[in-house]
């Protein structure tokens, strides 16, 4: 059983290191492609709307479920992965070949939603979304998301609990608002169990990003041979403490922070790699506490993770503080 569970925490942190390297790839061929969302990156304000945009969604996602409306949820996401698809696959495919590509995917999830396929669309929608904020949210702002996604991500779980109820409605529409992470070659969740499925609900939370499940662990009752065993990390767990990865690669200037010149990361600094270390510190922090059995919210030790590493980083460059912070 430890190595099962070992084997899945360092799948957990290998789903996390590819949303990260993905989008560390495709900072400097989005920016080039013009993909880049807002007109001034260093405002603060940019921050202020998604965050708003965020309890605008969630609100809208708890009413739907409220009153049985999953499909209009369920189109939603699958519209969002045909259109983060299409960024990451536009700027490696022809233009016929990426729609393809995204239109496929998106209709693998809807007719065999196995853990790996929703896995990989997540890898691909995570690497997406944060390369594309990355770009958009200067240092400041992507700070300043990351610490009050934090903060709501710790009173929506501890506090007013109602990510506990989104969390709920989203696990039963196995699609790739998070990552599944099996403790057994043999799970399935296509075959898993309505009892199964309740039980990863208790166990389950949502994290600040308007809809992702935080870190939550389910186990079976059943003798070990029988065991259909998963944990579940939110993508959005993985996107927004990525954003201010991105962002330390993309905003940090090169004659503070030059490239490491790692083959494939034109862009990865040493403030970009320690938010990147930073955020594993947190990842295995907050699986280490799931794993004994009772969910965490997980953006604060994420972010906070992010966070702190990517200041390490930056100060160690020689970067004054306040320069660092975005000012």
Partial sequence: MRRRVAAAVGFAALLFLLVQLGALALVPTFYESGYQTVEDPTDPANSLVYIGAILVATALMLAAFKFDLDWIVRGFVVLAT????????SVLLPPLAAVGASIGLAAL???????YVIDAAGVVMGAGAAGLFGISFGLLPAILLLAV???YDAI???GTEHMLDLAAGVMDLKLPVVLVVPTTLSYSLRDATAEALAQSEDDEEVDGDGGDADAGNTEDDTDDDDVRDAFFVGLGDAVI??????SAAFFVPASAAPSLGVPGLPALNLPALTAMIGTFAGLFTLLWMVLKGRPHAGLPLLNGG???????GALASGIPLLSALGF
């Fill in 156 to 158: 929506s779980v501890y």
């Fill in 82 to 89: 045909v259109s983060l698809a299409w960024y990451v696959f």
């Fill in 306 to 312: 992010a966070i702190g590493g990517y200041l390490v």
């Fill in 241 to 246: 403490p990525t954003v201010l990865v991105a």
């Fill in 109 to 115: 999830l809807v007719v065999h939603p196995e853990w």
């Fill in 149 to 151: 996604l934090a903060v």
